[in-house]
């Protein structure tokens, strides 16, 4: 069991609900269609993210040994050396599921694990990195939206508004393991998806989606008040809460969805905080 924890944790299992969420609001936004592969584009996003946080830690094993001691590598619960082959493993998987799904799922597929791959190597030393993680999540709506039929619009611009708001999450996580002020700036991108459901919703679909920019403000509120108005500084609660609620943006952006799918939504966010309980989110 301990084995079995060590790999959830390197694995970042716990926010697992909101890569579901992402392809979810992806493939809706791209049409919706072509349902049966669904399975194929849930498992191989899914592959591709624990191997990119599985390489996270393989490259973070130094900095991990100073600042993070009781992370899976410096602790001794796995070799650094199965940490790399099993990463490299489940990213190879992970593009072959999506090649699987079409030739535009792979290809995207491929420049979504170029990202992961840019942003695991150097984002501890490249300020502007968030920008990459940011760009993780757009390709994984591109992704997802190629296996509803590729209607792109809307995919694109909901995809852009996600990756804002992991941009100033990111940028608010790299204070967690680090010296210096908290910046505050970044916080503005976390309203990026509701300025632009503002924009994108007329008409019968306003009042949808101006209910969830509701239920999506308030939680990026409860989750920045440890930052903004706590005399202990919780830097990893307030990542923890932006990260489960990424599920939030993901229903945003597909708030003319019948309820039924909305309800899948409010599931994947009780199951990412429910999971944050046993596996840390970062």
């Known amino acids: 069991m301990p084995r079995l924890r060590s790999l959830f944790v390197l ?6 609900p909101t890569v579901w969420s992402n392809c979810l609001a992806g493939w809706w936004l791209g049409g919706r269609g072509n349902v049966s592969k669904l399975p194929l584009l849930f498992a191989g996003a899914t592959l591709l993210y624990i191997g990119g946080m599985y390489l996270n830690d393989a490259f973070d094993a130094n900095f991990d040994q100073q600042r993070r001691k009781e992370r899976p590598i410096p602790s001794g619960a796995i070799s650094l050396d199965a940490v790399w082959k099993l990463g490299l493993l489940w990213l190879a998987l992970g593009l072959i599921c999506l090649f699987f799904a079409g030739r535009t799922t792979g290809e995207l597929g491929l420049a979504l694990l170029v990202c ?5 190597a150097i984002h501890k030393v490249i300020t502007f990195s968030p920008l990459l993680m940011g760009a993780c999540r757009f390709f994984l709506y591109l992704v997802a939206a190629s296996v509803g039929a590729f209607a792109a619009g809307w995919a694109v611009w909901c995809g852009l508004a996600l990756g804002l708001y992991i941009v100033g999450l990111s940028f608010i996580a790299r204070r967690e393991s680090a010296r210096g002020s908290v910046q505050y700036w970044p916080m503005i991108l976390l309203a990026a998806p509701i ?13 949808s989606a101006s209910l969830v920019s509701l239920v999506v403000g308030l939680w990026i509120l409860r989750s920045v008040r440890s930052v903004l108005w706590s005399i202990d ?10 990260l489960a609620g990424i599920v939030f943006v993901d229903w945003l952006a597909a708030a003319d969805a ?10 994947l966010f009780v ?3 429910l999971f944050q309980r046993y596996i840390p989110a970062t």
Do not use: C
């Open 271 to 273: 199951l990412a905080n």
């Open 116 to 120: 992961i791959l840019l942003y695991d």
């Open 233 to 242: 500084r919780q830097i990893g609660r307030t990542v923890s809460g932006l």
């Open 195 to 207: 300025a632009l459901a503002f924009f994108m919703n007329v008409g019968e679909y306003r009042k």
């Open 11 to 16: 694995g970042r299992a716990s926010n697992l």
């Open 258 to 267: 019948p309820r039924t799918l909305g309800f899948v939504f409010v599931v």
